[in-house]
């Protein structure tokens, strides 16, 4: 009988990503990376989220690419490389494709194989004169892309969703750097970001009433236990998501209802009742904040579309002219 390839990661892949783990463990306070939300379940539930009542930020984006699409396209120009930072299988991306004139390329990277070449797949057949190159890396590292990508007319980085949210200053300013390099001197950068709100507002989008975001929390752990070997008990650990003011910023954390100790690659961690795990940020930003934050990666914002409740953005941004 055909064996199948395994789809666990190889021996010194796993050690790796364990010892990252533990040493996110070992910190104060305990810290897990939200690259562990989205194994295949975790994807789904956030799928689920995008739905949810109180989760405001896919919708309100894609009523901005509704509405505005046409005028970013005019802004990027014809024979554009749309390089898009994760895969897109999302309406969004399709809304920007379909307004674009004559676009010459289409990028999506991502660091799942198997999450690229489903959505290329999926695109491939809708968009069948556009050249659909798939690279497989972890944006939040350089690469390299395709030479033909480099010739053409303009390269566009595309990052729907308000991900940069995720990072913390330092290294959302280092990507969106990472970006500017890629695009070269005329490219540009489509971004989305959440803005500012009511904290309450933004509590109910990270704790929804049917509890979805809650699981899609804790799921981490799982993914961790099935990946890694742990021993992570899902029913001792509650969900939390809390406004930090002076960081501007939703963090979402898991809290230990109890003493207890959790295995991970031959060590013991110890968790005290009530002690948290921080597992994301989602920063919000003003149009003010973000921008600044782009000007020390060297960008200017050349244009916002907004909602009309100013609840979400998405910019234009291109380098910054010397002076
Ligand atoms: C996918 C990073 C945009 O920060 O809103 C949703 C992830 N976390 N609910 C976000 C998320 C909890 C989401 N991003």
New binding site residues.
């Given amino acids: 009988m055909a064996k199948h390839p395994s789809t666990a990661p190889a021996k010194s892949t796993e050690d790796t990503l364990t010892n990252d783990v533990l040493e996110g463990l070992k910190k104060e306070p305990k810290e897990l990376s939200?690259v562990w939300?989205y194994d295949e379940l975790g994807s789904f539930l956030?799928d689920n989220?995008c739905e949810l009542p109180e989760?405001y930020?896919t919708r309100t984006e894609l009523q901005i690419m509704h509405g505005h699409a046409v005028e970013m396209a005019h802004h990027i120009g014809p024979e554009a490389a749309v390089i898009e930072f994760g895969s897109g299988t999302s309406l969004k991306t399709r809304l920007l494709l379909d307004r674009l004139e004559s676009p010459l390329a289409y990028v999506p990277v991502d660091i799942s194989r198997e999450h690229l070449f489903t959505a290329a797949g999926a695109l491939a057949k809708d968009y069948p004169n556009l050249h659909i190159v798939p690279v497989c890396a972890d944006f939040t590292q350089s690469f390299e892309l395709p030479q033909f990508i480099r010739a053409a007319q303009r390269r566009i980085v595309y990052f729907p969703?308000?991900?940069l949210?995720?990072f913390a200053r330092p290294q959302a300013r280092e990507l969106l750097a990472r970006m500017r390099e890629l695009v070269g001197a005329n490219g540009a950068i489509l971004i989305g970001i959440?803005l500012r709100k009511d904290p309450s507002i933004l509590e109910r989008a990270?704790d929804d009433s049917a509890g979805v975001?809650a699981e899609?929390?804790l799921n981490a752990l799982r993914h961790v236990n099935r990946e890694l070997g742990a021993d992570f008990d899902l029913d001792a650990f509650d969900h939390l998501a809390v406004w930090v003011e002076d960081q501007s910023r939703i963090e979402?954390h898991l809290v230990s209802k109890r003493d207890q100790v959790v295995h991970l690659g031959g060590e013991k961690v110890r968790f005290g009742q009530g002690e948290h795990l921080r597992t994301?940020y989602?920063h919000k930003y003003t149009l003010e904040s973000f921008s600044e934050l782009a000007a020390t990666a060297g960008l200017a914002v050349k244009r916002v579309w907004m909602d009309p409740n100013k609840q979400f953005s998405v910019q234009l941004l291109e380098p910054a002219r010397l002076q």
């Fill in positions: 939200p939300f956030f989220i989760y930020i969703g308000s991900t949210g995720n959440d990270y975001t899609f929390n979402m994301e989602c």
